[in-house]
């Protein structure tokens, strides 16, 4: 069973940034991708961006040029920077490890808020 752990969201205002990580309980080198999900309050929940075991990352369009999609495979931990951000950013942030055909995990999320 693998473990993903989300942290660092919080309050931030309109045009600030914020970094949040997610620490995985095992290698996520040999993952197809991890990725961030958010989901907003009566919206479903949307690909923010992901990167593939290759490296190559993708990013919703509505995030393109503001976030950051990382990882650092010795930790373990993939990352989101996230900068200028907008009201319409707020939501919970959920970690995802593609593992197919063996599992496809989640964490527990993270709460961004921003707002002034």
């Known amino acids: 069973q693998v473990q993903l752990v989300e942290s660092g969201g919080g309050l931030v205002q309109p045009g600030g940034s914020l970094r949040i990580s997610c620490a995985a309980s095992?290698?996520?080198?040999?993952?197809?991708?991890m990725g961030w999900y958010r989901q907003a309050p009566g919206k479903q929940r949307e690909l923010v961006a992901n990167?593939?075991?290759?490296?190559?990352?993708n990013y919703a369009d509505s995030v393109k040029g503001r976030f950051t999609i990382s990882r650092d495979t010795a930790k373990r931990t993939v990352y989101l920077q996230m900068n200028s951000l907008k009201p319409e950013d707020t939501a919970v942030y959920y970690c995802?490890?593609?593992?197919?055909?063996?599992?496809?995990?989640w964490g527990q999320g993270t709460q961004v808020t921003v707002s002034s």
């Open positions: 095992t290698t996520i080198f040999s993952a197809n991708a």
């Open positions: 990167i593939t075991s290759g490296g190559t990352t």
């Open positions: 995802n490890a593609d593992w197919s055909p063996y599992g496809v995990y």
